[in-house]
T-cell receptor, first 113, second 113 residues
Framework: ETGVTQSPTHLIKTRGQQVTLRCSSQSGHNTVSWYQQALGQGPQFIFQYYREEENGRGNFPPRFSGLQFPNYSSELNVNALELDDSALYLC????????????FGPGTRLLVL | SQQGEEDPQALSIQEGENATMNCSYKTSINNLQWYRQNSGRGLVHLILIRSNEREKHSGRLRVTLDTSKKSSSLLITASRAADTASYFCATVVIYNQGGKLIFGQGTELSVKP
């Protein structure tokens, strides 16, 4: 059983650019959630995807968008990057069963200059 | 915004000692989960306790849940240097067809050999 993988591991962008982060779900999981973790803080929920549709969203602006593919992998896209977008972005997969355990990938650390 | 708070924010103990971390939350929950994070990397799921459970054990971990006080505690017995990490509690908020994790700010545990 393969775990959750994310790419890239690190990324440096400049303000105003766009970025795409990728996530492969754990085998057997059909739900993907994305979280943003600023330094010294707990992760904050961005959104969740189930059956290729957004299924719940946290307090993040529309320039944060995502996709889920038929193989349940997912992308997080962030447009018009701001300095405050610098953070660790975590992807988590789970079976569709509300409230069950989410399994996290190693994260992508994004630095916006 | 964070659902709850963890206490203490930082804890330093000697190897072999027990470590206790507390978590408080604000709303009704389906379940509460504890995660560990090493050096800003991905989160590792430790244990899930449901709202109708009061105590749960897993190896050296003991979790309690008091829904009347909206609080939980994580006890790590006979700590090891490898337990050094940040520990987060997360409550599950159910919505539509999914569930999102709401994390506290975490407790940073340092176990000295």
């Amino acid at each position: 059983e393969t775990g959750v993988t994310q790419s890239p591991t690190h990324l440096i962008k400049t303000r105003g650019q766009q970025v795409t982060l990728r996530c492969s779900s754990q085998s057997g999981h059909n739900t993907v959630s994305w979280y943003q973790q600023a330094l010294g803080q707990g992760p904050q929920f961005i959104f969740q995807y189930y059956r290729e549709e957004e299924n719940g969203r946290g307090n993040f602006p529309p320039r944060f968008s995502g996709l889920q593919f038929p193989n349940y992998s997912s992308e997080l896209n962030v447009n018009a990057l701001e300095l405050d977008d610098s953070a660790l972005y975590l992807c988590a997969s789970s079976r569709w069963d509300r409230g069950e355990t989410q399994y996290f990938g190693p994260g992508t650390r994004l630095l916006v200059l | 915004s964070q659902q709850g708070e963890e206490d203490p924010q930082a804890l330093s103990i000697q190897e072999g000692e027990n470590a206790t971390m507390n978590c408080s939350y604000k709303t009704s929950i389906n379940n509460l989960q504890w995660y560990r994070q090493n050096s800003g990397r991905g989160l590792v799921h430790l244990i899930l306790i449901r709202s109708n459970e009061r105590e749960k054990h897993s190896g050296r971990l003991r979790v309690t849940l008091d829904t009347s006080k909206k609080s939980s505690s994580l006890l790590i017995t006979a700590s090891r240097a490898a337990d050094t990490a940040s520990y987060f509690c997360a409550t599950v908020v159910i919505y539509n067809q999914g569930g999102k994790l709401i994390f506290g700010q975490g407790t940073e545990l340092s176990v000295k050999p």
